[in-house]
């Protein structure tokens, strides 16, 4: 298969990328290498691996592809609060600019699958969303992650675009940027300095390793089971506190807490259902037993 993947120099869209390739596919990345981008990846050399370095808000053609799948996203909430033009820009208007091009393919328009976010739903105090639970985002990275599904679903139903919309969970693993709450816990006791942290940290995210989501991702890839969403999710639900506790453990030092001003809007808890994707698709996470550091 020939896949188009966006923001494959990313934190998840580098490990979807490796996994394509082990496969056996062939990938193009179309990645404008932003600040979380990683300038070096383990596959660069790999003959079946092209890397374009194009702005998705910008790129004016697709090159030939099977599949597409759209990483590419302005993706740190806090970033988000104090900039959210840049959020618009890429999150929303390059996502439209990816479906215009797909749109203008008079045939074999490619399988549009877009990463999203469990954060589209805001928070919940109790239980665990479903693919069927409302929308309703709470700071300026999920309002444009949640209307970048929005234009994606009115193109599928206006130009007849396939399409796959994956709402994972918080992702941790290597090659995260250091901005994120695991990297830069590591990265604060490896200096030993305090780590900061919102509010009282009592605020709970729903916890899966980034291995376990792409095979989750690229299970929607191979499904005739299409237009659909898809929550991924290892139910693992822990506090900022917790966390901090479990890699500080992990790392086996005693952390310092730096306790800082809440973020504006701060979602109490994330939590979704991935019985769907499990019971639909036969996936289940793999690795975090493996890796269960948290
Ligand atoms: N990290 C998580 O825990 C998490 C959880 C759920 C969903 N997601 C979603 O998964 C996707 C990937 O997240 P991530 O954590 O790997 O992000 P990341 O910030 O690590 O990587 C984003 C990549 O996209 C590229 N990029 C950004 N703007 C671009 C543009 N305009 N044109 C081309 N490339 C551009 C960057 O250079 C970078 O390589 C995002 O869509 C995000 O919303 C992330």
Known sequence: M??????????????????CLNEGHKVVDIDSMTYAANINLPFDSDKNY???????????????????????????????????DVFAQTNII???????????????????????????????????????????????????????????????????ITYQICRSSNNYGARQYPEKLIPKIIECLDDN?????????????????????????????FTDKVNQVWNISSNNCLSNLEVLEKVSKWVGKKPKINFIENRHGQDMRYSISSDKIRKELGWNPQYQTLYNFL
Not at 64 to 83: G, K, Q, W
Not at 96 to 115: A, D, M, S
């Open 193 to 221: 300095k305090p780590v900061p942290i919102h509010g009282d940290g009592s605020y709970i995210r729903d916890w899966t390793y980034v291995k376990d989501n792409i095979d989750g991702i690229y299970k929607t890839c």
């Open 2 to 19: 020939k896949f188009l993947v966006t923001g494959g120099r990313g934190f998840i869209g580098s490990h979807f990328v490796e996994k």
């Open 50 to 84: 092209q890397h374009l370095k194009q702005d998705i808000c910008k790129v004016k053609h697709l090159p030939p592809c099977d599949i597409l799948v759209n990483f590419a996203a302005e993706s740190h909430v806090d970033n988000s609060i104090i900039e959210p």
């Open 94 to 160: 390059g996502t439209q600019n990816l479906l215009n091009l797909v749109r203008g393919k008079t045939y074999n328009k490619p399988l549009f699958v877009h990463i999203s976010t469990d954060e589209v739903y805001g928070d919940i105090y109790n239980g665990s969303f479903t693919e069927d639970s409302k929308i309703t985002p709470s700071n300026p990275y999920s309002a444009s992650k949640a209307s970048a599904e929005m234009v994606l679903l009115a193109y599928a139903r206006t130009y007849n």
